[in-house]
């Protein structure tokens, strides 16, 4: 599944200081994940201490990435 990154995600990962990589890992190995409102999903991660929550959605095989953020 291809992951892609909205314009407001892009811009919120730089904003955040969240790497790609670290987004990726949350989206492919989640440690946790709930159905949201409408067709998103959240997913959480651990990573280095801290934990990163995803927000996306999934459309043609691919993983539209919404915005994330450092809990």
């Given at each position: 599944?291809?992951?892609?990154?909205?314009?407001?995600?892009?811009?919120?990962?730089?904003?955040?200081?969240?790497?790609v990589?670290?987004?990726?890992?949350?989206?492919?190995?989640?440690?946790?994940?709930?159905?949201?409102?409408?067709?998103?999903?959240?997913?959480?991660?651990k990573?280095?201490?801290?934990?990163?929550?995803?927000?996306y959605?999934?459309?043609?095989?691919?993983?539209?990435?919404?915005?994330?953020?450092?809990?």
């Amino acid at each position: 599944m291809r992951i892609i990154f909205t314009a407001h995600a892009r811009k919120r990962l730089k904003e955040r200081k969240i790497r790609v990589k670290d987004v990726s890992s949350a989206l492919l190995r989640p440690d946790w994940y709930e159905p949201t409102f409408g067709n998103r999903i959240r997913v959480q991660k651990k990573l280095k201490g801290q934990k990163i929550e995803v927000i996306y959605t999934e459309e043609n095989n691919s993983m539209i990435v919404i915005t994330s953020y450092l809990l």
